[in-house]
T-cell receptor, first 113, second 111 residues
Framework: NAGVMQNPRHLVRRRGQEARLRCSPMKGHSHVYWYRQLPEEGLKFMVY????????ESGMPKERFSAEFPKEGPSILRIQQVVRGDSAAYFCASSPSQGNEQFFGPGTRLTVL | RKEVEQDPGPFNVPEGATVAFNCTYSNSASQSFFWYRQDCRKEPKLLMSVYSSGNEDGRFTAQLNRASQYISLLIRDSKLSDSATYLC????????????FGQGTELSVKP
């Protein structure tokens, strides 16, 4: 049973470009969470999705950031017009149901030049 | 006040030592509690869930005191491989299952 998969593992973008981060949850898991870890800081919740629905996006910056979890395919975290402050590790986690333990993917390390 | 607060680190201990981590949380309605470990800023890995009755897994013991809003993790007979950052994590009710992470406490076990 493969774990949570994320790609790419490393992503380099110049200021103003777009970044797309992908996450495939564990088999049988329909709940996906995205977290961000800025350098020298703890993990912070961004968004919680189920298939085709955003359940909680209270941790998402109001502009430039969006997320989706379509019926088919991985969950996507999209950052438009990236800035240097977006440089961070972005982790995706999945769980079989709300409130259960969450299992994390290896993360995508975004560097904005 | 932070939602989840942990002991500041780092903890530097010799192999075989017993080490205890403390954590407090601010929301008395918090429902689920976990300890995760994170190695070199890789993905967090679940170490154990924490139950009101306390629970043990080998060398690791977790305790929860709801009245004091306090969680602890005890590691006995520490190994070099225990070196990592330990994250205290809380799940709030009615908030969709999102996890609130403490800043983490770094542990370094020396030979």
């Amino acid at each position: 049973n493969a774990g949570v998969m994320q790609n790419p593992r490393h992503l380099v973008r110049r200021r103003g470009q777009e970044a797309r981060l992908r996450c495939s949850p564990m088999k049988g898991h329909s709940h996906v969470y995205w977290y961000r870890q800025l350098p020298e800081e703890g993990l912070k919740f961004m968004v919680y999705l189920q298939k085709e629905n955003i359940i909680d996006e209270s941790g998402m910056p109001k502009e430039r950031f969006s997320a989706e979890f379509p019926k088919e395919g991985p969950s996507i975290l999209r950052i438009q017009q990236v800035v240097r402050g977006d440089s961070a590790a972005y982790f995706c986690a999945s769980s079989p149901s709300q409130g259960n333990e969450q299992f994390f993917g290896p993360g995508t390390r975004l560097t904005v030049l | 006040r932070k939602e989840v607060e942990q002991d500041p680190g780092p903890f530097n201990v010799p192999e075989g030592a017993t080490v205890a981590f403390n954590c407090t949380y601010s929301n008395s309605a918090s429902q689920s509690f976990f300890w995760y470990r994170q190695d070199c800023r890789k993905e967090p890995k679940l170490l154990m869930s924490v139950y009101s009755s306390g629970n043990e897994d080998g060398r690791f013991t977790a305790q929860l005191n709801r009245a004091s809003q306090y969680i602890s993790l005890l590691i006995r007979d520490s190994k070099l491989s225990d070196s990592a950052t330990y994250l205290c994590v809380v799940n709030l009710p009615n908030q969709g299952g999102k996890l609130i992470f403490g800043q983490g406490t770094e542990l370094s076990v020396k030979p």
